[in-house]
């Protein structure tokens, strides 16, 4: 699952990367996008990938990290999604606005004339 | 009375209140928005001075979010750092108000919450105590300065906005890499409990510590414009609006503030193998900095890139002399840093009032495709500020000028100059005779002083001289008390340099050693509330 779960998240970062460096203005959000799916998915796995393990206290198990999967990392992870979605909408309107405003999606608002 | 630590949450809580009561106060009441707007950021100020000289006095004040004790819950930590960075805050923000009730406030809609929610997460940032919530009050500030920096729209606005806003998204990115990594390692996010187990992390994990810690890093030395991070930054501030370029240098300011809080806190000498880790990318950072910057200021024409420029180069500086690792040197840069965010906000907001010398007197439109709304109507509402024309007001823009090219330049005899020369002493009279970097670090802080000084004086002799001068540009009151505002605040800087340079003495000294700060962290203990904690956690059945 590890192995599985590291390719997923580099082969996310790799095309984020990608279209971040590409000169299309829906380009570079795509990547943003993809990089912050990647960047989530790496915060969830720093709490271990463990199956049928709860995160909340059940009566009976011991409290530590052999009986539970670690709480933390997945409320961290929650707040990066809110945090991540709301800026990427607020970039898209920002493209919206260089579009309409340049005639273009070049993120420069010049189009190389080949 | 005390005032520790429960009003160490009112800097965070007041500008939100505010930001949430201007939402409510309808665009008819623009006269009660901007008096709202401008004493809530003054009422920030003041609250500011109290925590500085409550701080200084008892020390470290800790705040318990929700009453959570440290390691477990987000801690507010008041120290003499983030109290310094508070009223610096105060004391620039206060300018920006003053000045965008001038007109730029109604060029567009919602400026105030956006400014007021900037504020919160600014000094939301230099408060906290936990890694995570630092990164929340990143984004809450940065949320709200997309919005600023777009703020009266137009073509070269929204091109370095789009680029501002990909590259924050981008550090963003690298300082969730950087948090995930350093929990997998440590376990804890609390600064000061990463401080105190730093000391025991095994040694295979080593590498992986210092992975993040340079991630993390990266993402810091973006928000502070360190070369080559910083093509961002000069188009972007540039070509927003004056009273959020001038606030917009306290940004630079938040991401200097990160890398020397948690260098300090995190590699200081008790972290054994770890200490001081990095030291020397910082120091080469800062120096390329400083020299691109120098550069810049002199391949500038026009006033606003120059004043973007003096940001670059302040932010250069700053982070030489943290890399430096020295007390003595940490505490003339805490110095320089407060006269050089002054001096460059002060510059930032002459900008377009130094314009309106060489346009014939008459107030520029603000810009050229800011089109006012149908119910906005600029001239009837401005009609008692536009008209109260200041019978000195070349006099009086030419020696503010004059002043803040003082300041900025580092020339005697105010404050700009104290600075410069406590650096300089503070670079040769170390301990362990002179380092290399301290002579480089000396040629270039003086060959960006000779350079600054160039590059506005060409500036002023273009704007008073040679095109105009002849008649007297209006300056609207709010304007002019905004610029004096700051100005003034570094003539008193200068007058006080004595009492100040020993608090920031104080304040290096204590970054350089933190177990104090870590004990007074982890050491806050909870208060029993009215409802006893232990009662409500009932035994499992």
Request: aromatic share 8%; glycine share 8%.
């Amino acid at each position: 699952m590890e192995i599985l779960l590291a390719l997923a998240i580099g082969v996310l970062a790799g095309s984020g990367i990608w279209l971040v460096l590409r000169p299309r203005t829906f380009q570079v959000v795509m990547g943003l996008a993809l990089l912050s799916y990647a960047v989530n998915l790496f915060i969830f796995s720093m709490g271990s990938l463990v199956i049928d393990k709860p995160p909340l206290v059940v009566p009976g198990l011991p409290a530590n990290l052999e009986h539970y999967s670690d709480p933390m990392p997945q409320s961290l992870v929650l707040t990066a999604i809110v945090i991540g979605f709301a800026t990427t909408a607020l970039f898209l309107i920002v493209l919206l606005a260089a579009r309409g405003l340049s005639g273009t999606d070049h993120v420069d608002g010049e189009q190389d004339t080949p | 009375m005390t005032l520790l630590p429960g009003w160490i949450i009112v800097p965070v809580v007041l500008p939100l209140v505010t930001a949430a009561l201007l939402m409510l106060v309808g665009n008819a009441q623009r006269r009660l928005r901007s008096l709202i707007n401008v004493v809530a950021t003054a009422a920030g100020l003041v609250v500011a001075v109290l925590l500085l000289r409550e701080v200084d006095s008892t020390g470290v004040g800790v705040y318990l979010a929700s009453n959570w004790q440290a390691p477990f819950g987000i801690v507010l930590v008041a120290d003499r750092l983030s109290v310094l960075m508070l009223v610096l805050v105060g004391l620039v923000s206060t300018g920006a108000a003053l000045y965008a009730e001038a007109g730029w406030s109604r060029a567009g809609a919602y400026f105030h919450p956006l400014f007021q929610l900037q504020l919160v997460g600014l000094n939301g940032a230099f408060l906290t105590g936990d890694l995570f919530n630092l990164f929340v009050f990143f984004e809450v500030l940065l949320a709200a300065s997309y919005g600023l920096q777009l703020h009266g729209s137009g073509w070269l606005r929204v091109r370095s906005g789009l680029h501002y806003i990909a590259v924050n998204l981008l550090a963003s990115s690298l300082f969730l890499i950087g948090l995930a990594v350093l929990y997998g390692v440590m376990g804890t996010l609390s600064m000061a409990d990463l401080a105190d187990k730093l000391p025991l992390v095994p040694e295979r994990d080593r590498g992986l510590l210092h992975a993040s810690a340079a991630v993390l890093a990266v993402a810091f030395l973006i928000k502070a414009a360190i070369w080559p991070l910083n093509a961002w930054l000069v188009p972007a501030y540039s070509a927003t609006n004056a009273p959020v370029a001038a606030l917009f240098v306290l940004m630079t300011k938040v991401g200097f503030y990160a890398v020397l809080r948690l260098w300090t806190l995190l590699f200081s000498a008790e972290a054994a193998a770890s200490a001081h880790f990095g030291g020397g990318v910082l120091l080469a950072g800062g120096l390329l900095t400083l020299a691109f910057g120098a550069v810049g200021l002199l391949a500038s024409i026009r006033l606003e890139r120059i004043a973007a420029f003096s940001v670059v180069v302040s932010s250069g500086t700053l982070m030489a002399a943290l890399g430096m690792n020295s007390t003595a040197l940490v505490a003339a840069a805490l110095f320089y840093l407060v006269t050089a965010t002054l001096s460059a906000g002060a510059l930032f907001l002459m900008v377009e009032l130094v314009k309106r010398t060489s346009v014939g007197g008459r107030a520029q439109r603000l810009a050229p495709d800011t089109s006012p709304e149908e119910d906005d109507n600029l001239d009837d509402q401005q009609l008692p500020l536009v008209g109260r024309a200041f019978p000195v007001s070349v006099a009086l823009l030419g020696l503010a000028f004059i002043a803040c090219a003082l300041l900025v330049a580092g020339l005697p005899p105010l404050s700009g100059f104290l600075a410069k020369v406590a650096l300089l002493s503070a670079a040769v009279n170390a301990e362990d005779g002179i380092a290399n970097a301290a002579w480089i670090l000396m040629a270039l802080l003086l060959l960006s002083g000779l350079f600054g000084t160039i590059a506005l004086a060409r500036a002023g002799i273009r704007h008073f001289w040679s095109k105009g001068g002849h008649v007297a540009p209006q300056l609207r009151a709010a304007e002019a008390s905004a610029v004096l505002l700051l100005i003034l605040a570094s003539g008193v800087l200068t007058v006080f340099a004595e009492p100040v340079v020993r608090y920031t003495a104080a304040t290096a000294i204590s970054l350089h050693a933190p177990r104090p700060y870590i004990d007074a962290v982890l050491q806050a203990r909870a208060r029993p509330g009215a409802a006893a904690p232990v009662a409500a956690g009932a035994p499992p059945p």
